[in-house]
């Protein structure tokens, strides 16, 4: 299996759920990132990891909290959200700087209802 | 901060050219991308432009204006496959990337 892979594609959960969004990439990149994309907004960028260590936390609430276990693999734990945390979740990789495009997953389409 | 900004929404008819233009202000500028996302998709990366210029690759073009804050990306010979959203990305920092995006355009190639 090639390139970034996030799952689970569609997560439904309720306010007082607790889940995780799983994201791996097998490009052999160091650093990692989450991104929040609602509708009519730019993408958001939510964390970055750089061989496992987190690098950036863009303000973003305590309700998300991420794990970087090793350097293929990154998490995103959900717990409280509200129902305006709704969007998709993109996790992206690349090697270094970036300077050659990030490798975005297809993404989580998350509904907090 | 960055400020990106792009037209929300553009049309062209098949085999005509369109141009998206994109427009930002940034500090510690080290590169602008262009994405392409098709609705429900992952964004796929397009271009990369650091220096002043025209890049060319095959139907696609992307040029950049460091001075101006002023990037386009350029699509020749639609087809109906180029309906999708483009994002132009802002890169900062010099040792590690991180990408701020604009809206996105959303391109309609009609028949």
């Known amino acids: 299996e090639t390139g970034v892979t996030q799952t689970p594609r569609h997560l439904v959960m309720g306010m007082t759920n607790k889940k995780s969004l799983k994201c791996e990439q097998h490009?052999?990149?160091?650093?990692m990132y989450w991104y929040k994309q609602s509708a009519k907004k730019p993408l958001e960028l939510m964390f970055v990891?750089?061989?496992?260590?987190?690098?950036e936390n863009n303000s973003v609430p305590s309700r998300f909290s991420p794990e970087c276990p090793n350097s293929s693999h990154l998490f995103l734990h959900l717990h409280t959200l509200q129902p305006e945390d709704s969007a998709l979740y993109l996790c992206?990789?690349?090697?270094?700087?970036?300077?050659?495009?990030?490798?975005f997953g297809s993404g989580t389409r998350l509904t907090v209802v | 901060g960055q400020n990106i900004d792009q037209p929300t929404e553009m049309t062209a008819t098949e085999g005509a050219i369109v141009q998206i233009n994109c427009t930002y202000q940034?500090?510690?500028?080290?590169?602008l991308f262009w994405y392409q996302q098709h609705a429900g998709e992952a964004p796929t990366f397009l271009s990369y432009?650091?220096?002043?210029g025209l890049e060319e690759k095959g139907r696609f073009s992307s040029f950049l204006s460091r001075s101006k804050g002023y990037s386009y990306l350029l699509l020749k010979e639609l087809q109906m496959k180029d309906s999708a959203s483009y994002l132009c990305?802002?890169?900062?920092?010099?040792?590690?990337?991180?990408?701020?995006f604009g809206r996105g355009t959303q391109l309609t190639v009609w028949p």
């Open positions: 940034t500090s510690g500028f080290n590169g």
């Open positions: 990305a802002v890169g900062r920092g010099s040792t590690l990337g991180r990408l701020y």
């Open positions: 432009n650091v220096l002043d």
């Open positions: 992206a990789s690349s090697q270094g700087g970036g300077n050659y495009g990030y490798t």
């Open positions: 990891y750089s061989l496992e260590e987190r690098v």
């Open positions: 490009l052999g990149h160091n650093a």
